[in-house]
């Protein structure tokens, strides 16, 4: 059984990096590699889809600020191999995970099928009811917690801690998935940052000593184009409460539309974004670490 991952497939290379770490643990991660591409499909195939609950409401902002109405193929889907790899290297075996920013399936469907405990909350009741229908039918004996409501407020009512804290925020305003006013990509940047920090510390306080904290974010354009620093903001939120800054991982995305939009971008000299930061932080000695 050792030679056999966790889809029943053989291990080629039973000491390789690969072996040990399901990706060599470097600072980049290319998402688009045949490795990567063949995991996420396996993934895929329990029938995971993230983008179910936010279909019919995403409004995607474009580089130049203007409203585009996506359909479903278009939503942001977080990617399951990167919370496989997370989960291996910086959460604990069968510890408890906190995701204050919950959004689709894909974080707590993962957590769950490896033996974590995931906590996660959203404020769309739609979401939530999705994600526990994929869940049901994936891992039925192993439900994730999906908690409705506004982490801001959410986090003052816990009285036990995690093990980790792993999320992916709203990049500011680049996805809209309601019109609620507590939604952070509702706000502007000076009330998003004021909440964001808030959210941030809350869960901070929750997460055990000698824990880590990852928080996948990417820096985003305001609405004249320049752009905005969320990837510092994260930085320095996580360590004004406290946390240390410890990794950080470039998660490149394949090209895709990217390639179509790069002409189109350089009429304004703007370069055409495809990867995103994969943020670390430590809270106590990544020594005791268990």
Not at 33 to 60: A, C, F, M, P, Y
Not at 143 to 167: A, H, M, Y
Not at 174 to 183: F, K, Q, R
Request: aromatic share 12%; net charge negative; proline share 4%.
């Amino acid at each position: 059984m050792n030679n056999i991952d966790l889809f029943g497939n053989e291990i080629i290379e039973p000491n390789s990096l690969k072996r040990k770490y399901i990706i060599p643990p470097f600072s980049i991660f290319d998402t688009a590699s045949g490795d990567w591409q063949n995991r996420k499909n396996k993934w895929k195939s329990l029938g995971i889809q993230s983008e179910v609950g936010r279909d019919s409401s995403v409004i995607h902002m474009d580089s130049d600020k203007k409203n585009i109405k996506e359909d479903a193929n278009y939503v942001s889907i977080f990617d399951p191999v990167l919370c496989e790899v997370i989960y291996n290297w910086f959460a604990i075996p069968n510890g408890t995970i906190l995701d204050p920013f919950a959004g689709g399936s894909v974080r707590g469907i993962v957590a769950n099928y490896l033996d974590y405990k995931y906590t996660g909350i959203d404020l769309r009741e739609e979401q939530i009811l999705s994600n526990q229908s994929q869940a049901l039918k994936i891992i039925p004996n192993n439900l994730p917690e999906w908690i409705d409501g506004d982490s801001n407020l959410e986090l003052n009512k816990f009285d036990r801690t995690f093990d980790f804290v792993f999320s992916c925020p709203p990049y500011y305003d680049l996805e809209v998935y309601c019109d609620d006013p507590n939604d952070l990509s509702n706000m502007d940047y000076d009330s998003f940052n004021v909440k964001y920090e808030s959210i941030i510390n809350k869960s901070s306080k929750l997460l055990k000593d000698n824990r880590f904290a990852c928080f996948v974010v990417g820096n985003v354009r305001d609405k004249d184009g320049y752009m905005v620093d969320l990837v510092g903001q994260t930085i320095k939120s996580f360590e004004n409460a406290g946390l240390r800054f410890y990794n950080e991982i470039i998660l490149k995305n394949p090209v895709a539309s990217a390639s179509m939009r790069a002409n189109g971008n350089m009429t304004y000299k703007k370069v055409v974004k495809i990867h995103q930061n994969v943020l670390v932080f430590c809270k106590g000695n990544p020594k005791f670490i268990d």
